[in-house]
């Protein structure tokens, strides 16, 4: 069986830096991350109406995201490939367990809650588990991938993917299966295979619009026209778009947004936080942040591609290509041209799980980069 083919950077490459790069810390992609936290804790500011406690108690999310960060990075890559398989199971038997005894809040099920200690998402952790877990198959097998080791990794993604869907959290599904394909994708799959798969999508799609929830079906007939219920289930679309358009190239200033501070954009500072982006600090402000995001994923990318073994390469290049999705699904959401799923704007929304699930998984690929790799 061939074995995972591991290269060796310079000694003085992997060790000319700043003292960050001691602690195993990227430089210019932890300042990177700064500047988007920055911006958004600015904006959050504004969408939270200047209220210190919900600003405080996103700084203290923040905090211990960035410590997770810090954490992951401290860990050489044989550790996330010796755990891999563990965390995987233990992820999948929590989702399990959510399914039968967890926390019901507005119509989902996605907590599990232990009484006095702790309430968490399960789901949450299965955005890493997922994508690590498939790199660690692929790892020490030829690649690209035989159709045989495709479908098991299929099979690896499918079955967190599908009860986390169960729920039902379809846009956490989502994230965690696009996770996972984009392990099966950097691992070499013939674009051949690629079309087949796009076409039997294609093929299966009017027989999964039944297996769909009544209200996701409502959402995505109403992304192909808002105004049938403009006061129901096209309101969050047309008042996000609204906003947007309001703020025209130079924005409305920071704490002047009329949609969000006089309450009619909804979910002003989670999902739809990018709308008060658009409508307080307009195109530019926009554009700004973008490029930020932009520059995160081109230096992630980077990153990478440098590491030293194919589980690296793979696991890192597929928390980036998560962290994309994330960033591509919400602004494609709040701008009206996907179905509104709940992924928050990631570093800006208000809510810390999400942020340090992002965040370790930052350091992560600043781990498989400086580290060597067994």
């Given at each position: 069986m061939a074995r995972d083919f591991i290269r060796s950077l310079p000694e003085h490459e992997r060790d000319r830096g700043s003292w960050l790069q001691s602690v195993h810390i990227d430089p210019l992609m932890l300042a990177l991350i700064l500047l988007v936290l920055l911006y958004g804790l600015g904006v959050l500011y504004s969408a939270v109406d200047g209220s210190e406690t919900l600003f405080r108690a996103q700084l203290l999310r923040l905090g211990l995201a960035f410590v997770a960060l810090v954490v992951a990075a401290q860990l050489p890559p044989h550790f996330y490939a010796r755990w891999a398989p563990i965390v995987y199971v233990a992820g999948v038997v929590l989702l399990i367990l959510v399914l039968l005894f967890g926390v019901k809040v507005k119509g989902s099920q996605r907590w599990l809650d232990i009484p006095g200690i702790i309430r968490f998402q399960p789901s949450e952790l299965m955005k890493i588990a997922v994508p690590m877990a498939v790199a660690w198959y692929f790892h020490d097998r030829p690649l690209p991938p035989s159709f045989k080791d495709v479908c098991v990794a299929l099979a690896i993604v499918a079955i967190p993917a599908g009860c986390i869907i169960a729920q039902p959290d379809l846009g956490t599904g989502i994230l965690v299966a696009g996770a996972g394909l984009a392990v099966?994708?950097?691992?070499?799959?013939?674009?051949?295979?690629?079309?087949?798969?796009?076409?039997?999508?294609?093929?299966?799609?009017?027989?999964?619009?039944?297996?769909?929830q009544e209200y996701q079906r409502q959402r995505i007939l109403t992304l192909f026209d808002p105004e049938s219920d403009p006061l129901g289930a096209g309101w969050n679309i047309i008042q996000s778009?609204?906003?947007?358009?309001?703020?025209?190239?130079?924005?409305?200033?920071l704490l002047q947004g009329t949609q969000s501070h006089l309450d009619f954009l909804p979910e002003a500072r989670t999902d739809f936080i990018i709308a008060v982006v658009g409508e307080e600090l307009g195109l530019l402000g926009f554009l700004v942040l973008v490029i930020l995001y932009l520059l995160l994923i081109l230096r992630g990318l980077i990153l990478a591609a440098s590491?030293?073994?194919?589980?690296?390469?793979?696991?890192?290049?597929?928390?980036?290509?998560?962290?994309?999705?994330?960033?591509?699904?919400?602004?494609?959401?709040?701008?009206?041209l996907l179905p509104v799923v709940g992924v928050p704007l990631p570093l800006v929304s208000y809510g810390g799980t999400s942020a340090i699930t992002l965040m370790a998984g930052f350091g992560i690929v600043m781990a498989i980069r400086t580290h060597k790799a067994w």
């Open positions: 099966v994708l950097l691992a070499g799959l013939p674009w051949r295979w690629v079309a087949y798969a796009s076409v039997a999508a294609a093929a299966a799609a009017p027989g999964l619009w039944y297996t769909l778009t609204t906003a947007i358009g309001s703020g025209g190239v130079w924005g409305k200033g590491s030293e073994s194919s589980f690296g390469r793979l696991l890192s290049g597929a928390l980036i290509l998560t962290f994309f999705v994330y960033v591509f699904v919400n602004i494609a959401m709040v701008s009206g």
